[in-house]
């Protein structure tokens, strides 16, 4: 069984850049598509990237688009979200779960991880 555990959230000005890590355990990640949410306060949970699994492409949401990359690191069995440029509406809880593909919608993807929290506020 998979699980996956978020860290790297923390607070930051607007402008400023975090980068979060997904850690998988049981299984290796790079056999999953692994795709990162948000979720914030009175919102629903929204997609903001996700990277297929074997090498496989990734895809943004249009609002992180050009700031946030997503990655990779085998060795270290991770994926990673780097995040620049950060804007206060990029505050929410993030959260990292894994899936066969990333074409399915949020309810296709399991094993999810507890989130970690991210403020953008000056």
């Known amino acids: 069984q998979l699980w996956l555990e978020e860290s790297g959230g923390g607070l930051v000005q607007p402008g400023g850049s975090l980068r979060l890590s997904c850690v998988g355990s049981g299984s290796t990640l790079d056999h999953h598509a692994i795709g990162w949410f948000r979720q914030a306060p009175g919102k629903e949970r929204e997609g903001v990237s996700c990277i297929r699994r074997s090498g496989g492409s990734s895809n943004y949401a249009d609002s992180v688009k050009g700031r946030f990359t997503i990655s990779r690191d085998n060795a270290k069995n991770t994926v990673y979200l780097q995040m620049n440029s950060l804007k206060p509406e990029d505050t929410a809880v993030y959260y990292c779960?894994?899936?066969?593909?990333?074409?399915?919608?949020?309810?296709?993807?399991?094993?999810w991880g507890r989130g970690t929290q991210v403020t953008v506020s000056s």
């Open positions: 779960a894994a899936s066969w593909d990333c074409s399915g919608s949020l309810l296709d993807f399991a094993s």
